[in-house]
Nanobody, 124 residues
């Protein structure tokens, strides 16, 4: 399984970015997707997920209302649109694929595949 994340960069506080993640090689036909980030000096933080059909999403409180996860299965791509960015959003962002139709938000770091990450830096 390969996941290729892109779209990170430097943005001013209040700005927006869209991350993309292309997925290939997942066994079976269905896979749910999630985004996980790691800020400097902190643990990994699961922030959002979307089911296979794209009909159900989940967000942690720290990004709710500012970030939107979506997917285009025809392109094997998942997106994370981030708006009203804050300096505390600075992190390496990883996309994660989980086999099955629904992402297990209770165990967001287990039984999944991660990409290499893309760095987002938000300046104040």
């Amino acid at each position: 399984v390969q996941l290729q994340a892109s779209g990170g960069g430097l943005v001013q506080a209040g700005g927006s970015l869209r991350l993309s993640c292309v997925v290939s090689g997942v066994r079976g036909s269905d896979y749910a997707m999630g985004w996980i980030r790691r800020a400097p000096g902190k643990e990994h933080e699961f922030i959002a997920s979307i089911n296979w059909r794209g009909t159900s999403t989940y967000y942690v409180d720290s990004v709710k209302g500012r970030f939107t996860i979506s997917r285009d299965n025809a392109k094997n791509t998942v997106y994370l649109h981030m708006s009203n960015l804050k300096p505390e959003d600075t992190a390496v962002y990883y996309c994660a694929a989980m086999e099955g139709s629904v992402y297990d938000v209770e165990r967001p770091y287990e039984n999944n595949y991660w990409g290499q990450g893309t760095l987002v830096t938000v300046s104040s």
